[in-house]
């Protein structure tokens, strides 16, 4: 006959040494990289799972390490003190952990590719947000030490710039070809961190580079050059609808690092704070290698609109989370040793002002310089 | 006054950034920008002396710093105190006491430290000329709320409640015809004052819904102007910090003229009347409003068209950046985005003159500056604020015994006018 609670209060002369001696044996997996080859990584941490509570009965407690000094720790079941109120939440991580490395185990026994857009609508029930897919993804990657998650784990993530070009561009991945068709608006598509990017020389010398924070003008502006192509030089235009996802902004750093020449840099985002920040993403983005620092931010700025514009331009009100959110970029941009003047002016400005704009507003000449 | 105002210093690159705010006291005239410092430029030069070479600068915040307000004042036993304070853009409130013969200017602290948490927008000092009143300084938070300290020259605090009671006690007395001891042989008495200046709040004119207060104005009549980024402008009593006066703004949304941010409020010289600009869309408009009703007395309006009626309603072909009244209360001047100062007959209601300000009138050559870094052109700089300057304070091109401007303009620049003739 096992131990009734009377023997173990006998036993424990502490609270805390009868906390420890009811608690279950569990099972400590380290999530690490302990194979050379990741699918059989994964393999062993999902059947040393599986094994654990099925066969044995035990409960286990994932460990992954992360870039922070505590790793995070999984339990299932969920046991310990304090536990009742996380311990929906506890399952639901370690589900959402395990679900996502049996997929990665299954895209890379099986070599296919998916988008992490695809991850996320094969059980939107468990994920309930993209974000949590790409938040795990990360985790993932950085627990299994892949400084090149995205190609290591045949998750990539999914589509959402758009690039319209008046030259052809070529891509090159892994020997295989991928063409950017000229005069045609489309997606920038995937490559790596080792794709190579070359613009065929077109009629002109020079080549102008727009990145655009908004679909809506980088759609006029594509309408513009496609229907008069004459008038206009040979340009990029580049959108990444909003915050530019990974791809995007790889897909301009290939271009800085390819060989042909582009005369012009230009980025232009609305005049709020949230406009200045995308462009710092696109600009210097130091956590990964893929920063442009060729690009400018030219535009639109709260000055530009008011000096260039005659016709009335409908500015609005800065909003009290605005204010806050701008504070807190210049904040962050000042505290550098070299902050960028253009930067920290257009965010003061905004705060002093109490006014932002949309881009929109700006006439498409603007943009685009006729020839 | 003459209605003509001539240049008389000028100084162009005075800042590295833009100039957000200028303030004048009686030693110097003190700017505020963005680059994170204020300068203090010497208001007595002599005619040959260049204000660049004439300067105090002090870095404040790396955020930058937008407002400025200076305290001058020569305390009881001859003390003298010139403090300089600012908000930067990170919200802080910093203050430095100068001592004006050494030019050393030092960082105080004179806020009391539960009261720093707040994140600041305006503020400004209130100078008493009756000794039974503090001075004080009212500051505006981003939330709305408007904080009012009493400032403190000395260690001993002067209780002014407590001054007002024994006064009204002394009255009663009198009128009663019983004799009073006369209360200036008690303050006579008094140990040794030490000098240690520090503010202590009085209070506190909570915001109804958190909109952003642009600015704030004190009135030697005892009243606080709020104004707030969504039009409206609240006045307050500045002894019992309850509202009393709440002017609406106008907003109309989904039209171009939406906007109608109040961006600057000034009280009188006596205190009888409150000018308000604030936007009418992308114009500019000055409203003067009677502070004992609160009745709105009437606008600045530029004559349009035809010299008689006027068509717009507005100031300035651009938001409003500054107001001041001269000393004696008969002109406003008010600065603009239009690149203009204008001058107001304030009981006329007409403008009787204007300055157009061109990035080329800087004097020094290699200072003009004809567009900023992202080759926007500031030749017609947007004037940012602009301060009336008493008689007596400047110096140089006889400017002692007139009444002076001064302005702070986009093309980095700070200017100095004064009024034409002897006066």
Known sequence: MGKGLIDYMNDCSTKDDLYKSLLPRTRTIHMNMYDEDISGTIETILSLTKNSLEQHQQPVNILIRTKSKSPISLKFPDHGLYSSVAAHQNSNRIAIMLNLLQTIQECLTSSTVKTNRDLFYSNVELYGKQVTVDRWINTIAQSLELTNARDNLNVIPAQKGLVFTTQEIRILTKGSEERINPYHSSLIPHMDQNSLCQIVPGRNATTRLLVLEKEAVYNQLVNDVQYSPSYYDDCIIVTGKGYPDFLTRLFLHKLQVSTTAIERWEIYTDADPYGVDIAMKYVQNVKEPCRCNKLVHRGVFLFQLMSNQRQQVQYLPMTQRDTAVATRILQRVTESNLPNMTTVQELQRQIFLQKKAEMNVMGRETYLGQK | ?423
């Open chain 2, 1 to 423: 006054m003459s209605n003509v105002f001539i240049s008389t210093a000028n100084c162009g690159k005075a800042h590295n950034a833009d100039i957000y705010g200028t303030s004048v006291c009686l030693p110097y005239t003190v700017t505020c920008s963005g680059d994170g410092t204020i300068k203090l430029w010497k208001n007595k030069l002599l005619d040959n002396e260049l204000p660049k070479e004439n300067v105090i600068t002090q870095f404040v915040h790396r955020t930058g710093v937008h407002h400025v307000d200076t305290f001058y004042s020569v305390e009881k036993g001859g003390h003298e105190l010139c403090i300089v304070s600012c908000v930067s853009f990170a919200g802080t409130i910093h203050f430095y006491q100068v001592d004006v013969k050494s030019g050393k200017v030092e960082a105080v602290d004179l806020l009391p430290s539960q009261d720093k948490k707040k994140s600041y927008w305006s503020l400004k000092w209130f100078k008493s000329d009756d000794q039974m009143v503090c001075h004080r300084l009212a500051a505006t938070d981003v939330k709305g709320n408007t904080l009012v300290w009493r400032f403190h020259p000395f260690a001993q605090e002067f209780d002014e409640e407590l001054a007002k009671k024994e006064e009204e006690k002394r009255a009663k007395r009198l009128a009663r015809g019983q004799s009073v001891e006369d209360p200036s042989t008690n303050s006579e008495n008094d140990e040794e004052l030490k000098l240690q200046p520090h503010l202590k709040l009085h209070g506190e004119i909570p915001s109804v819904e958190p909109v952003f207060a642009t600015c704030v104005g004190i009135s030697h009549n005892g009243l606080v102007a709020t104004g707030f980024a969504n039009g409206s402008v609240v006045v307050s009593e500045l002894s019992t910090l309850r509202r009393i006066h709440n002017f609406e703004g106008f907003g109309i949304q989904g039209i171009e003229q939406n906007s109608n941010t109040v961006r600057a409020v000034e009280f009188s010289p006596l205190g009888t009347l409150l000018a308000v600009a604030s936007d009418s869309g992308s114009y500019g408009c000055v409203s003067l409003y009677e502070t004992e009703y609160g009745e709105r007395v009437g606008s600045l309006t530029v004559p349009t068209h035809s010299a008689q009626t006027s068509i717009g309603t507005f100031a300035h072909d651009g938001w409003v950046f500054g107001l001041s009244f001269n000393p004696t209360g008969e002109f406003l001047a008010t600065c603009g985005y239009d690149s203009k100062v204008r001058i107001w007959d304030v009981k006329l209601r007409e403008r009787v003159s204007t300055l157009n300000i061109s990035a080329g009138d800087i004097e020094v050559e290699e200072d003009i500056m004809l567009q900023d870094e992202n080759g926007e052109s500031v030749k017609n700089p947007p004037v940012m604020d602009v301060k009336f300057i008493n008689k007596g304070v400047r110096g140089g091109m006889g400017s002692e015994t007139n009444e002076g401007l001064c302005c702070v303009c986009l093309d980095r620049s700070v200017r100095w006018f004064r009024a034409a003739g002897g006066s």
